[in-house]
């Protein structure tokens, strides 16, 4: 199997689930290449192709981390490949990290994975669900009111003050295109500058307020999806529970946030049941639910991270059920070709 895969930055890129994947694609002997989102090429009339890095066969780094080091230095063999000789594109930049000066890298994977896509490499997730769910706090709003909590999206600051005073006056505050906790905000009635948080989330754009739930003390669950199910392997389930550091409510692990264990209970069976069907549907092979008690109260469809922080609960990473997945699909295409589309393919099982 030949697969590359997209990440924002070659050099920035850091030893997270990305890498964890890459790192087992390569232990089972496949082609494994990883590119920036800025690496697509295109010329009118000719196939796409891509600036890729990738290890010589005779380097056998030893672990992630190591791997991860050799492709970012003098070791790494860049190569440009043509995209369509590829079996997979894992699209996997983050567009929500990317700064201003890089306004041009937000929906450029997407962009060309489309693209390449129709060139009859299977792009992982589907890139036109990406593409619909590429702001994924609004996909989010799709999903039933049963398994959410309340919420409001405007720019308008009247209506978050209205929804604030109807809520108890305590709401947390986010911005709808961001990631990692960055700028969200816990509001309660001791919060002296409101109108001024108001302000700074609505120059990045639209505000998500949503209702605040009590249980979030206890932290969220990080829920990972393969093909709509909850990854398994040996009994163990890829879900862990993110806590938050002292006198902070956001449990990102980017903020400090620790990892525990946390077992598949039946709110959270409820909401994958519920969730499930939507993403099968719209080809979303790989996903992340964030999940306090019996709320989803975050989807992440474009980057889900996590495998990472398995260890440190003594569950296994997951990334070779997650390649054993790809494998199946790869195996499939060959044996059906384009009769069966990308986006059913991308969650078949």
């Known amino acids: 199997m030949k697969i590359c895969f997209v990440v924002n930055g070659i050099d920035t890129e850091t030893c997270g689930t990305t890498v964890y994947i890459m790192f087992e694609a390569l232990k089972r002997k496949h082609e494994v290449h990883m590119m920036g989102v800025g690496d697509f090429n295109f010329k009118h009339d000719e196939a796409i192709s891509i600036n890729s890095v990738s290890l010589s066969k005779n380097v056998d780094p030893k672990s992630p981390e190591e791997y991860l080091e050799l492709l970012q230095s003098e070791k790494a063999k860049k190569k440009t490949i043509v995209a369509k000789d590829?079996?997979?594109l894992f699209i996997r930049n983050n567009p929500t990290e990317e700064g201003s000066s890089r306004q041009w890298a937000e929906q450029a994977g997407v962009a060309f994975g489309r693209m390449i896509q129709q060139e009859g490499v299977l792009v992982l997730n589907d890139a036109y669900a990406l593409s619909n769910a590429f702001i994924d706090k609004l996909y989010f709003e799709e999903l039933p009111s049963s398994i959410k909590p309340a919420s409001l999206i405007t720019r308008k600051k009247e209506d978050i003050l209205d929804f604030f005073e109807k809520h108890k006056k305590k709401m947390v505050l986010k911005?709808?295109?961001?990631?990692?906790?960055?700028?969200?905000?816990?509001i309660d009635k001791n919060e002296k500058n409101l109108n001024q948080i108001i302000e700074n989330i609505t120059q990045q754009g639209y505000v998500i307020a949503q209702e605040f739930l009590p249980a979030v003390k206890d932290g969220d669950v990080r829920v990972l999806l393969m093909n709509g199910r909850v990854m398994e392997k040996d009994g163990n389930y890829g879900i862990i529970r993110r806590v938050a550091g002292k006198g902070e409510f956001r449990s990102n692990f980017a903020l400090g946030a620790s990892a525990d264990s946390s077992p598949l209970t039946d709110a959270i069976k409820k909401i994958i049941d519920i969730t499930a069907p939507k993403l099968i549907r719209d080809g979303l092979f790989f996903v992340g639910l964030d999940i306090v008690k019996d709320k989803l109260i975050e989807i992440n469809v474009l980057s889900p991270g996590g495998l990472d922080h398995f260890k440190d609960i003594g569950?296994?990473?997951?990334?070779?059920?997650?390649?054993?997945?790809?494998?199946?699909?790869?195996?499939?295409?060959?044996?059906?070709?384009?009769?069966i589309s990308n986006r059913e393919l991308a969650t078949m099982a």
Request: proline share 5%; charged share 30%; glycine share 10%.
């Open 86 to 88: 590829l079996d997979v």
């Open 175 to 186: 911005p709808l295109e961001g990631s990692g906790g960055k700028d969200v905000y816990l």
């Open 315 to 339: 569950l296994p990473d997951f990334s070779d059920v997650i390649v054993e997945s790809i494998e199946k699909k790869v195996e499939y295409k060959r044996l059906y070709g384009n009769t």
